[in-house]
C-alpha cells in the first residue's frame, strides 16, 4: 500500500514538474515572437544572470 501512494505521489510530482517546464517554455516562446513582431532585439536571461558568492 505505501509502495503505491510512493509511486501516485511521485508521478504526480514528476506530471506538475513537467507542466509547469511546458507553460514556462511556452511562456518565452510568446515572448520572444511579440519582440521579434515589434523588431526588439531579444536577449536570453543568462546574460543577466549574476554570479552570488558565499560569505
Known amino acids: 500500500m505505501v509502495e503505491i501512494i510512493g ?3 511521485m508521478t504526480a ?3 506538475v514538474i513537467a507542466r509547469s517546464m511546458a ?3 511556452e511562456s518565452e516562446k510568446r515572448r520572444m515572437s511579440l519582440a ?3 523588431g526588439a ?8 544572470s549574476r554570479t552570488r558568492y558565499a560569505a
Open 23 to 25: 507553460r514556462e517554455s
Open 13 to 15: 510530482l514528476v506530471w
Open 36 to 38: 521579434c513582431e515589434r
Open 41 to 48: 532585439v531579444v536577449e536570453s536571461g543568462a546574460s543577466e
Open 7 to 9: 509511486l501516485g505521489t
